[in-house]
């Protein structure tokens, strides 16, 4: 199982452009979560989905939307990239909300925005 | 969600067993006690996780006592790869419910 893939690892965008982050999952996992991470920070939800079709804001939505088409893939979309989005993005999902199943998490896209 | 505090570093030498101890004095009656380990530029890697007693899989164990208000992860025989920082979070659930990682206890493993 290749668990949550996240990509692209690493990408710079220029103020104003758009771009989609890619998350995908193998483990049948209903829940999926956006995150992100600034430098020396915890972890900040963006949106989150209970299945396929269903999504929620997070704490920090505004500048970014999602989709969940399907059970496996979850994009993050950033419409107009500016500055304060430069971050690191965290991809995550479990199989229920339920606090005896632990999200597990990709390894990241690194984003910067110039 | 309950307040976890935790040590910010510890060193080790290969070999030796490693316990991180964790404070979680609020935690509430349906709280899981979730561990996770990162390493640079990868994401939080799911370790273990208990609600009471204690737990133990391939890679560590998990000692919670019966009043749940600490826990101790128990690494055996580290190894220079288990060179990491390392998260002890108090999980709730819920949809929605965002996982909060504190500053985590950085392990440092030397030869």
């Known amino acids: 199982n290749a668990g949550v893939t996240q990509t692209p690892k690493f990408r710079i965008l220029k103020i104003g452009q758009s771009m989609t982050l890619q998350c995908t999952q193998d483990m049948n996992h209903n829940y999926m979560y956006w995150y992100r991470q600034d430098p020396g920070m915890g972890l900040k939800l963006i949106y989150y989905?209970?299945?396929?079709?269903?999504?929620d804001k997070g704490e920090v939505p505004n500048g970014y939307n999602v989709s969940r088409s399907t059970t496996e893939d979850f994009p993050l979309r950033l419409e107009l990239a500016a500055p304060s989005q430069t971050s690191v993005y965290f991809c995550?999902?479990?199989?229920?909300?339920?606090?005896?199943?632990?999200?597990?998490f990709g390894d990241g896209t690194r984003l910067s925005i110039l | 969600l309950a307040k976890t505090t935790q040590p910010i570093s510890m060193d080790s030498y290969e070999g030796q067993e490693v316990n991180i101890t964790c404070s979680h004095n609020?935690?509430?009656?349906?709280?899981?006690i979730t561990w996770y380990q990162q390493f640079p530029s990868q994401g939080p890697r799911f370790i273990i996780q208990g609600y009471k007693t204690k737990v133990t899989n391939e890679v560590a164990s998990l000692f919670i006592p019966a009043d749940r208000k600490s826990s101790t992860l128990s690494l055996p025989r580290v190894s220079l790869s288990d060179t990491a920082v390392y998260y002890c979070?108090?999980?709730?659930?819920?949809?929605?419910?965002?996982?909060?990682f504190g500053k985590g206890t950085t392990l440092s493993v030397s030869s």
């Open positions: 995550a999902s479990s199989y229920s909300g339920e606090a005896n199943q632990p999200q597990h």
């Open positions: 989905s209970v299945g396929a079709g269903i999504t």
């Open positions: 979070l108090v999980d709730r659930g819920g949809a929605g419910t965002a996982l909060i």
């Open positions: 609020n935690i509430a009656t349906n709280d899981y």
